[in-house]
């Protein structure tokens, strides 16, 4: 258990289990939490650090694409599937690269969205009614 103060630039929001498929061309992820300088994602492969990669966010979120570079990987788990088979588990930490206003203001309203469904406060996915 880590104590102490949150050492990261920019707090990190839990992204709720609707919004958490992904992908990372060409690979499908599940998104684990993200903030406005990057992303933690779930996924099947090892990825080199470095590598630099595209985030896409879930069509409820307008399927933003998001540029970033692999900072960190590590095996998360194995788990087991079919008869006796078994695949790792990785986590990744992706960190964004230069960010349009556009992409800064549409990520701004997906962390809002998850904050919002973080807190309970009902159905946080967005509409397209007007308000």
């Given at each position: 258990?880590?104590?102490?103060?949150?050492?990261r630039r920019a707090m990190r929001?839990?992204?709720p289990r609707r919004f958490r498929e992904g992908e990372l061309?060409?690979?499908?992820?599940?998104?684990?939490n993200l903030s406005l300088l990057g992303v933690r994602i779930a996924h099947l492969e090892p990825w080199r650090k470095g590598?630099?990669?595209?985030?896409?966010?879930?069509?409820?979120?307008?399927?933003l694409r998001l540029p970033g570079r692999v900072?960190?990987?590590?095996?998360?788990?194995?788990?087991?599937?079919?008869?006796g088979d078994?695949?790792?588990?990785?986590?990744?930490?992706?960190?964004?690269?230069?960010?349009?206003?556009?992409?800064?203001a549409a990520l701004a309203t997906a962390l809002a969205i998850f904050r919002t469904a973080?807190?309970?406060?009902?159905?946080?996915?967005?509409?397209d009614t007007p308000a």
């Open positions: 258990m880590v104590t102490g103060p949150e050492q929001v839990d992204v061309e060409p690979h499908v992820v599940h998104l684990l590598v630099v990669c595209s985030v896409e966010l879930p069509p409820a979120l307008g399927a900072v960190w990987t590590r095996l998360r788990g194995t788990e087991r599937v079919g008869d078994r695949r790792d588990l990785y986590e990744s930490g992706i960190e964004f690269g230069r960010l349009t206003s556009e992409q800064q973080q807190a309970g406060l009902g159905d946080a996915a967005p509409t």
